[in-house]
T-cell receptor, first 113, second 114 residues
Framework: GENVEQHPSTLSVQEGDSAVIKCTYS??????FPWYKQELGKGPQLIID?????GEKKDQRIAVTLNKTAKHFSLHITETQPEDSAVYFC????????????FGKGTKLSVIP | ETGVTQTPRHLVMGMTNKKSLKCEQH?????MYWYKQSAKKPLELMFV???????ENNSVPSRFSPECPNSSHLFLHLHTLQPEDSALYLC?????????????FGPGTRLTVL
């Protein structure tokens, strides 16, 4: 089955700096890669996603890049703000076999004012 | 709000109790999911229902029993749980299983087993 590795597990940045979280996946058939943000006491919320036919996608301060050859994808947050502090999860959807989302272990991002 | 609600938000139960978790989605989706979230572990998929039919059971112990009476409601019945079952239980929904669609999560039920 699919295996998703996520790094780093914790990340601290100064307000205004950029943050980058990286994930690798194992199943070359995976074709959908969402990123979720989970704040304390809440469920994960989708913040951006990318499909395998696209290399990069941006939404304001958030961007995701995908390298299918290397089987890795990354989340980039620019001009970080204190409200960006949360746990971020990457996931990969395999279109073959299990048809499930496989999640990374999460990255706890702290933005220091 | 994501359109997925869960009750109760917090639950404390003894190992001999029987309780149920409830999930309701107002998104018109046809697939619903139960996940278990434990500290320092990836989200673990437990069950999947598609058009009210169970399509996945990821080797979940029988002390967890799901029920899906219609596409909008999902229950997780709990009995004779163990302390290691303490976790955040998340419900999610998506338009249909088997497609690369976004899953929308509820806020979760924080379960503590004494």
């Amino acid at each position: 089955g699919e295996n998703v590795e996520q790094h780093p597990s914790t990340l601290s940045v100064q307000e205004g700096d950029s943050a980058v979280i990286k994930c690798t996946y194992s199943d070359s058939a995976s074709n959908y890669f969402p990123w979720y943000k989970q704040e304390l006491g809440k469920g994960p919320q989708l913040i951006i996603d990318i499909r395998s036919n696209v290399g990069e996608k941006k939404d304001q301060r958030i961007a995701v890049t995908l390298n299918k050859t290397a089987k890795h994808f990354s989340l980039h947050i620019t001009e970080t703000q204190p409200e960006d502090s949360a746990v971020y999860f990457c996931a990969a959807f395999s279109g073959a076999g299990s048809y499930q989302l496989t999640f990374g272990k999460g990255t706890k991002l702290s933005v220091i004012p | 709000e994501t359109g997925v609600t869960q009750t109760p938000r917090h639950l404390v139960m003894g190992m001999t109790n029987k309780k149920s978790l409830k999930c309701e989605q107002h998104l018109g989706h046809n697939a619903m999911y139960w996940y278990k979230q434990s500290a320092k572990k990836p989200l673990e998929l437990m069950f999947v229902y598609n058009f009210k039919e169970q399509t996945e059971n990821n080797s979940v112990p029988s002390r967890f029993s799901p029920e899906c009476p219609n596409s909008s409601h999902l229950f997780l019945h709990l009995h004779t749980l163990q302390p290691e079952d303490s976790a955040l239980y998340l419900c999610a929904s998506s338009p249909s299983e088997g497609r690369a669609d976004t899953q929308y999560f509820g806020p979760g039920t924080r379960l503590t087993v004494l």
